[in-house]
């Protein structure tokens, strides 16, 4: 079988390389295949194969032999094809690739579930994703009713709706209260050390993202209301409280964590109920961005960015939602204030990033997965599929920075670009001058 495999080294140029087995040609199937076919493959052996792969040592050739005759590169032994298929750049890196650069990729469809009465969480932190350093992303779900218990945590909370209906709540440490119900599309930012809940609301509860700016985080290790109680001497509890021992004795006295509970009354009947504005919290802990205007649309998709400018709460985690149509570019550009954290919602891409020392590594990226860019590392990525593609693009940081090179290099001085890349003055004319974010297919 012959495995083919064609990568873009510019808008000019292509490579074909084949890896001879037999008589059959097998193209990598990026389209069409479901990382959900993987039934009956452990997590296990597809998160190290698809985090580690091949050593990428003899890939200065690739270029230069002629792989039909080469069997170089050939694999008589047993593949995992689905994997193989769905992230072919992987295994078999383009012929740009070099060097090692650490992981880039994780799946949340790899982490295990932690399943209870009313709903699930997991999470990819840096003992799955070792390079992420400083965020950790946690999915969770919750049906109609159910709670995420009291709790509080060591990292600020961010969060955004990607389906169904929630109420949360904040406790400010003046005693003022922050209550609202929000929807897909919507965020939240809750400070480290602030009490919240989560609630899901009809007519199907909820599922939400929340990244935390800690790359141990664990959603495992938060403090709970319930084991505070548990663990508090019941004496102690009846003299805080002002409650008999026979009314002590009704407490939990074990983690409630996620739990069913009946759908609560409407908004402003919750407000009222804790003492409507005498209790209000003077800053907003939500946004509203699925109604926000795009900062940046083009024909080639479109960006919303949320920080500390739009939304001043958020003061530690910046965020942009990009969308990009099919065939299109987020434009090659680096980030030098913060590493980046990413999120897929919806459709496939490919990223390659370019460190220091001519390190480079290629992935393919698909609804569900996170990507994860060095500090200042040079990017770019395209859109593979047929259909929109929607990814978070996170940062610890107060505010979204990016560099575009087409940027740079239209704002130096033309004769020094000239030097650099050999082209004349009508070419770099050519070059986006200013930054685009997102370049049409």
Not at 335 to 343: C, K, L, R, T, V
Not at 378 to 395: K, P
Not at 400 to 426: I, M, Q, Y
Request: glycine share 8%; net charge negative.
């Amino acid at each position: 079988m012959k495995e083919v495999e064609k990568t873009a080294i510019g808008s000019d140029a292509e490579v074909v390389n084949e890896v001879t087995k037999g008589d059959e040609v097998h193209k990598p199937n990026t389209e069409g295949f479901s990382r959900r076919n993987f039934l009956g493959v452990s997590p296990t052996v597809l998160a190290t194969a698809a985090l580690v792969g091949l050593t990428a040592q003899a890939q200065d050739t690739r270029d230069t032999r002629k792989a039909d005759k080469d069997t170089s590169a050939s694999d008589p032994g047993p593949e995992n094809s689905p994997l193989l298929d769905e992230n072919p750049s992987s295994n078999m890196p383009p012929p740009t690739d070099h060097g090692d650069i650490g992981p880039i990729w994780y799946s949340f469809d790899l982490a295990h579930k932690r399943v209870q009465e009313g709903g699930w969480t997991h999470e990819v932190n840096s003992k799955v994703l070792p390079s992420s350093k400083d965020l950790t992303g946690v999915n969770m779900r919750l049906t109609a009713g159910s709670f995420r218990e009291f709790h509080w945590h060591t990292a600020d909370e961010w969060a955004i709706m990607e389906y169904g209906n929630a109420r949360v709540t904040v406790l400010n440490p003046d005693g003022t209260m922050f209550i609202d119900d929000v929807t897909k599309g919507d965020l939240w930012l809750f400070p480290a050390g602030y009490p919240l809940s989560i609630q899901g609301l009809g007519p199907d509860g909820c599922q939400f993202l929340l990244v935390f700016d800690e790359g141990d985080f664990s959603e495992d290790g938060t403090f709970l209301l319930s084991e505070t109680i548990a663990h508090t001497p019941r004496n102690i509890l009846a003299k805080n409280f002002r409650l008999d021992p026979s009314a002590v004795a009704k407490l939990p006295t074990d983690q409630l964590y996620i739990f069913p509970a009946k759908l609560p009354q409407s908004l402003a009947q919750d407000k009222a109920a804790i003492g409507g504005r005498r209790v209000e919290s003077p800053i907003r802990y939500t946004f509203k961005m699925s109604s926000m205007a795009p900062t940046r649309k083009a024909p080639g998709g479109e960006v919303r960015i949320v920080d500390s400018r739009n939304f001043p709460p958020n003061k530690n985690i910046a965020a942009a939602l990009v969308t990009l149509k099919p065939g299109a570019l987020r434009e090659l550009h680096w980030h030098p204030n913060a590493s980046e954290w990413q999120f897929w919602l919806a459709g496939k891409g490919r990223m390659t990033i370019i460190m220091n020392e001519g390190r480079a590594r290629t992935m393919y990226f698909n609804a569900n997965d996170v990507g994860f860019v060095p500090r200042v590392a040079t990017h770019y990525i395209e859109n593979t599929g047929t259909t929109d593609s929607t990814f978070l693009e996170m940062f610890k940081a107060d505010q979204f920075v990016d560099v575009s090179l087409n940027n740079w290099l239209r704002h130096a001085p033309p004769e020094a670009v000239t030097s650099h890349l050999n082209l004349g003055p009508e070419l770099i004319a050519k070059i986006p001058a200013e930054k685009e974010l997102v370049i049409a297919g």
